[in-house]
């Protein structure tokens, strides 16, 4: 694949370098989607979109407006920036664990946007409560599960 592709390449382009990822055709067009609500002025800004004083809110923006991200990938995102050590990012394995400290009931078949905050907010009252810090907690669950660390 040639460089510079992700920033400058077409959508075929794209497709042809996402190839072997799932999903390829649609994320190719997210990508480009992307590109034009983070490009000012012929550059990517994607900074001029976050408040780090508010990241909840950043998130939700990112989430209602970014096509094939919700809330969990919202969370990773800002998280990974060096943003959102409060956010939870509530996968599967992080909410097995929920289950198992009693932290909820069950592990919701579906996650609508009100559901997560929901969750989060027990988490974080959770996380609180034994002074392990949210972005700790969370990638404990996760590892707990996993059996890796990954970050």
Do not use: Q
């Not at 497709?15 to 997210?30: D, P, Q």
């Not at 939700?60 to 939870?88: C, M, P, Q, T, Y």
């Amino acid at each position: 694949m040639k460089t510079g592709v992700l920033f400058e390449g077409d959508l075929k382009e794209l497709e042809l370098g996402l190839k072997g990822v799932r999903f390829y055709k649609n994320k190719a067009k997210y990508i480009l989607g992307s590109r034009v609500l983070f490009t000012k002025k012929g550059k990517i800004r994607i900074k001029d979109k976050i408040d780090p004083e508010n990241i909840s809110e950043t998130r939700s923006w990112f989430r209602d407006r970014v096509k094939g991200i919700g809330s969990k990938e919202a969370s990773h995102f800002l998280r990974n920036i060096g943003f959102g050590k409060d956010l939870a990012i509530l996968d599967v394995h992080v909410l097995r664990n929920m289950v198992k400290y009693g932290i909820i009931e069950e592990v919701p078949g579906h996650m609508s946007k009100k559901t997560y905050l929901e969750l989060e907010k027990k988490l974080a009252k959770f996380s609180k409560k034994i002074k392990i810090p949210m972005a700790e907690l969370d990638l404990l669950f996760w590892s707990r599960e996993t059996g890796r660390i990954f970050k």
